[in-house]
T-cell receptor
Framework: SQKIEQNSEALNIQEGKTATLTCNYTNYSPAYLQWYRQDPGRGPVFLLLIRENEKEKRKERLKVTFDTTLKQSLFHITASQPADSATYLCALLDGGSQGNLIFGKGTKLSVKP | NAGVTQTPKFQVLKTGQSMTLQCAQDMNHEYMSWYRQDPGMGLRLIHYSVGAGITDQGEVPNGYNVSRSTTEDFPLRLLSAAPSQTSVYFC??????????????FGDGTRLSIL
């Protein structure tokens, strides 16, 4: 079965630097991969979706890459701000026909001023 | 602009009690799902529904029941609460689109403690 690994439980960076979060999967390459942000006490909020035929996707200060050879997606936040501090989750299809998502355990990002 | 609404936000139960976690969405989404989130485990799918009258099991369905009588509502029932069901429960919905690549919309969760 498909497994997702977000190999950093926590990432601490200085304000203004670029944060890079990693998501690896173990089995088949999914048709697309999604990234979510979760703040304490809140539900996850969708940020970006990248398809398998897209190498890169951007939205404001966010950039996502998708490398099906490495079975990896990278999530970048440029010019990071303390307000970017949150847990970031990657998600992809579980391979069934119903479109269920499976989620990584998340990476907690802390941006220090 | 409510989105996905979950009630209650917090609940404490005694072992063996039953209860229903409510979930409602106002986006006319066909697909709805329930997850539980535990420290170190991430989000795990409990049950899901692809439309009114259709439900199916996810990764961790034991001890839970669901029904979907309307498009808007998808309640989750704990039949006989156990301490292992202490968790944060999230309901989510999404539109059904090509390749099912639509983003999921989550509620803010129900924090459940079983004593």
């Amino acid at each position: 079965s498909q497994k997702i690994e977000q190999n950093s439980e926590a990432l601490n960076i200085q304000e203004g630097k670029t944060a890079t979060l990693t998501c690896n999967y173990t089995n088949y390459s999914p048709a697309y991969l999604q990234w979510y942000r979760q703040d304490p006490g809140r539900g996850p909020v969708f940020l970006l979706l990248i398809r398998e035929n897209e190498k890169e996707k951007r939205k404001e200060r966010l950039k996502v890459t998708f490398d099906t050879t490495l079975k990896q997606s990278l999530f970048h936040i440029t010019a990071s701000q303390p307000a970017d501090s949150a847990t970031y989750l990657c998600a992809l299809l579980d391979g069934g026909s119903q479109g269920n998502l499976i989620f990584g355990k998340g990476t907690k990002l802390s941006v220090k001023p | 602009n409510a989105g996905v609404t979950q009630t209650p936000k917090f609940q404490v139960l005694k072992t063996g009690q039953s209860m229903t976690l409510q979930c409602a969405q106002d986006m006319n989404h066909e697909y709805m799902s329930w997850y539980r989130q535990d420290p170190g485990m991430g989000l795990r799918l409990i049950h899901y529904s692809v439309g009114a009258g259709i439900t199916d099991q996810g990764e961790v369905p034991n001890g839970y029941n669901v029904s979907r009588s309307t498009t808007e509502d998808f309640p989750l029932r704990l039949l006989s609460a156990a301490p292992s069901q202490t968790s944060v429960y999230f309901c989510a919905s999404r539109a059904t689109g090509f390749g099912s690549n639509q983003p999921q919309h989550f509620g803010d969760g129900t924090r459940l403690s079983i004593l």
